[in-house]
Structures are given as C-alpha cells and as structure tokens.
C-alpha cells in the first residue's frame, strides 16, 4: 500500500456560539455550526478541514447535515485507499462521480492541502504556488439590525484598529428603512472607513435600480447580490446602471458559474468563496477567469471558523490583485473557536501562519466539548 494513502476521513459537527445575533436577509445566525473533517492517512498525517454554510439551507444548497452524511456515504468510499498526496487525482475522482457539493468539496480539498503542506513541510500558501503578501485587510459585517448599535460597534472596531471596511446587511427591512440606515451609517463614518452593502438577493430588479442609484449618490462602495442569482439579465442591467459596483455573491455557485456571468458582464467585483467553488484550489480558477475578464476581487466567507478562513486565507495571500481586500472575520464573530491558537488580527489585517499545512492545531478538549454528539465523548471543557 501506499505510504500516504488516505486510511480514514471523519466529519464532526461542531456548534460554536456568536457574539451576538447576526441578522441577514434571510436567516438571524444566533450561533454557527461547523462541519470539521479529518484525514488521515497511513504515513501518519493528518489534515483537517472545514465545510461550513450558515443558517441550514437558508443560504445554499448543502447543510451542515448533509455536508457529513454525502462525505461519509459518497466521499469517503471514493477516497480510502486513494493517494492522499496528489491532490489533483483525489478532486478528479470526486468530480467525476459527485455532482456539486462544493461546500463538502471544499473541506476534502482543504484537508488534503493541509495533510500535504504537513507532509512537505510547507504552508498551503506555497502548495499554490507561493504568498504575494503575509497579511490581508479585513472587513467587518455590521449586521446587529440596529442603526446605533452598528454605529457604536464600528466606532469600537476603529478604535482597536481591528477594521475599517465596514459591510452591511440589508435586504430583511423595508427597503427606505434600509437605505436611512445605511446613509446613517455612512454619514457617522465619513472617509474613515469604507461601507458597502449585501443584500442577500433580497431586492426585485426594480427595487434595486432605484436603490443602487441612491446608494452609490451617497458613497456606498460596493454593493453586493442585490438580486436573485437567477435574474442574471437583471444583474447585467443593474451593473450597467448603478453608480455604485455590483459584487456577485450567490451568483457563483461554482468555478462555471464565474465563467458565465463573466461573459455577459453580470458584475464588476466577484466574491470569492473556498466553499462555493470547491476549495482553495478551485477558488482560485474563478480569481484567474475574473482576472482575465477585467474583474476585480473580494476574498469571501462562509462565517467559517479558525480552519476554513486560514484555508481561504492561504489562497487569498498567492492572488496578484485583491483590489476589494477580504471578510475574513469568522472566527471573530464566535465566542469559542476549536483551534490551540486562533488565528491572529491586528492593524486592520488577518496575518497569515507560515507554519506547514495550515499553520494551525485543533484543540482536541475545545472540539470534544462543542461537537454536536459530545454525549458519546467523555472529556470536559476546562
Ligand atoms: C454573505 O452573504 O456574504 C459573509 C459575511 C457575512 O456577514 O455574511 C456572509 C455571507
Ligand atoms: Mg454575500
């Protein structure tokens, strides 16, 4: 057999608590739910990864649920015996037979990566080719449902230089109470910070013409999946008139997706997401069609935990241009995370490890605690 055969591949769900609620067009997050998977192989390595959505099936098509049962029925047979060290041949076997799934795809690759970055001695980063930078800026999503209370955290974030990118949700109100928050919002930040908004697809393509205009009239800089993902016509429009540019968030649901809306024009920033295209690797074939066409790059979160947002993380650093910087602010919005050393802040950036793999350790007592079916594990939280 192999040396660096897969031998097993375990998923965990894990149920982590929020600082606070987070209020999205569709869904009100009052906690995260992770999805952890290992691999280990014979040589003895193990790579983790993270397959993480939010609110269920609110948000995609996969949950939390069905992203373990598909890896333990579908994935795994595929893989066991499979060599864990070429990655290409694993994700091909997949693709082959597995249709979709990125967000469950998405976890394999990224266990996969870290298992070879482990085995190799290298960070992930230089598995894709080598980091362009060590850090990325990171924005913060004000999504309390509150105008002052959203004022006051960002004045906070400011203060402990932790952002000044500022993204808001809006899409679940009425769409005049949504537009006097955000210009309130906007007004009370002025030029010290950046405040762009998602809207979650919520918006009809006659709601959002008018406002987009207002929005970008009053120096909104981004405006994100303001209408359905099947209204493609209606973004191609919207990105024509808006003063304001158009991100596509829901959109892609896959690295074919990128291609499609790319040729007709439907959006002049992409969100890039690990779990919507497949993994670090598939990340960044949409990040090369985008650069091919002109269109500019945002680094996109799932509201992962510490593993998959340094996955992302470890894609994001190997990008020429990442014009729209990052939201990698997971692990922030949780109380508890499952990982020795979270993953390190400061100055308004996420600094990227340089450690093999990951560059990251579970806390195995943490994942005991929180994983959903702790009452079979006997091992207390300290
Ligand atoms: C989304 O739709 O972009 C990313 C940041 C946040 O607050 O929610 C997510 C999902
Ligand atoms: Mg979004």
Same mark, same amino acid.
Request: proline share 4%.
């Given at each position: 057999?192999?040396?660096?055969?897969?031998?097993?591949?375990?998923?965990?769900?894990?149920?982590?608590?929020?600082?606070?609620?987070?209020?999205?067009?569709?869904?009100?997050?009052?906690?995260?739910?992770?999805?952890?998977?290992?691999?280990?192989?014979?040589?003895?390595?193990? #790579?983790?990864?993270?397959?993480?959505?939010?609110? #269920?099936?609110?948000?995609?098509?996969?949950?939390?649920? +069905?992203? %373990?049962?598909?890896?333990?029925?579908?994935?795994?047979?595929?893989? /066991?015996?499979? =060599?864990?060290?070429?990655?290409?041949?694993?994700?091909?076997?997949?693709?082959?037979?597995? !249709?979709?799934?990125?967000?469950?795809?998405?976890? /394999?690759?990224?266990?996969?990566?870290? @298992?070879?970055?482990?085995?190799?001695?290298?960070?992930?980063?230089?598995?894709?080719?080598?980091?362009?930078?060590?850090?990325?800026?990171?924005?913060?999503?004000?999504?309390?449902?509150?105008?002052?209370?959203?004022?006051?955290?960002?004045?906070?974030?400011?203060?402990?230089?932790?952002?000044?990118?500022?993204?808001?949700?809006?899409?679940?109100?009425?769409?005049?109470?949504?537009?006097?928050?955000?210009?309130?919002? !906007?007004?009370?930040?002025?030029?010290?910070?950046?405040?762009?908004? =998602?809207?979650?697809?919520?918006?009809?393509?006659?709601?959002?013409?008018?406002?987009?205009?207002?929005?970008?009239?009053?120096?909104?800089?981004?405006?994100?999946?303001?209408?359905?993902?099947?209204?493609?016509?209606?973004?191609?429009?919207?990105?024509?008139?808006?003063?304001?540019?158009?991100?596509?968030?829901?959109?892609?649901?896959?690295?074919?997706?990128?291609?499609?809306?790319?040729?007709?024009?439907?959006?002049?920033?992409?969100?890039? !997401?690990?779990?919507?295209?497949?993994?670090?690797?598939?990340?960044?074939?949409?990040?090369?069609?985008?650069?091919?066409?002109?269109?500019?790059?945002?680094?996109?979160?799932?509201?992962?935990?510490?593993?998959?947002?340094?996955?992302?993380?470890?894609?994001?650093?190997?990008?020429? !241009?990442?014009?729209?910087?990052?939201?990698?602010?997971?692990?922030?919005?949780?109380?508890?995370?499952?990982?020795?050393?979270?993953?390190?802040?400061?100055?308004?950036?996420?600094?990227?490890?340089?450690?093999?793999?990951?560059?990251?350790?579970?806390?195995?007592?943490?994942?005991?605690?929180?994983?959903?079916? %702790?009452?079979?594990?006997?091992? +207390?939280? @300290?």
């Amino acid at each position: 057999m192999l040396a660096s055969a897969i031998q097993s591949i375990e998923t965990i769900i894990v149920d982590l608590p929020t600082i606070r609620p987070h209020k999205l067009a569709m869904h009100t997050m009052q906690n995260q739910t992770l999805v952890i998977i290992r691999v280990r192989c014979a040589d003895g390595i193990e #790579g983790v990864g993270e397959s993480t959505t939010i609110g #269920g099936l609110s948000y995609g098509n996969e949950s939390p649920d +069905s992203i %373990k049962t598909n890896i333990d029925r579908h994935f795994a047979p595929l893989l /066991i015996g499979q =060599d864990g060290a070429n990655i290409n041949a694993a994700m091909q076997r997949l693709d082959k037979v597995i !249709k979709g799934n990125t967000f469950a795809k998405s976890g /394999i690759e990224t266990a996969l990566l870290d @298992a070879q970055g482990k085995r190799l001695g290298l960070p992930v980063s230089e598995l894709l080719g080598g980091r362009v930078r060590d850090s990325l800026p990171v924005a913060w999503t004000l999504a309390s449902g509150d105008t002052a209370k959203d004022i006051a955290e960002a004045e906070q974030m400011l203060d402990l230089r932790r952002h000044r990118i500022f993204k808001l949700k809006i899409g679940a109100g009425e769409v005049n109470r949504d537009l006097a928050h955000v210009i309130a919002i !906007k007004k009370a930040m002025g030029e010290r910070a950046s405040v762009r908004v =998602d809207v979650n697809q919520a918006w009809d393509e006659a709601v959002a013409l008018r406002a987009c205009r207002i929005l970008g009239e009053n120096g909104i800089d981004l405006i994100e999946q303001p209408i359905s993902r099947n209204n493609v016509s209606g973004m191609v429009r919207l990105n024509a008139s808006s003063p304001a540019p158009i991100m596509a968030d829901e959109s892609i649901e896959c690295v074919e997706d990128a291609f499609n809306l790319a040729r007709v024009g439907a959006a002049s920033i992409f969100a890039l !997401k690990i779990a919507k295209n497949g993994g670090p690797r598939a990340v960044l074939r949409t990040a090369a069609i985008a650069e091919a066409a002109g269109i500019g790059l945002y680094g996109g979160t799932m509201l992962e935990g510490g593993i998959g947002t340094l996955a992302s993380a470890h894609a994001f650093v190997t990008l020429n !241009k990442l014009m729209w910087d990052t939201e990698l602010f997971g692990p922030l919005l949780l109380t508890e995370d499952i990982l020795q050393e979270p993953p390190h802040y400061s100055d308004f950036e996420l600094h990227v490890p340089k450690a093999p793999g990951l560059g990251l350790n579970l806390d195995e007592e943490r994942l005991a605690y929180f994983r959903r079916d %702790k009452s079979t594990v006997s091992v +207390s939280h @300290a």
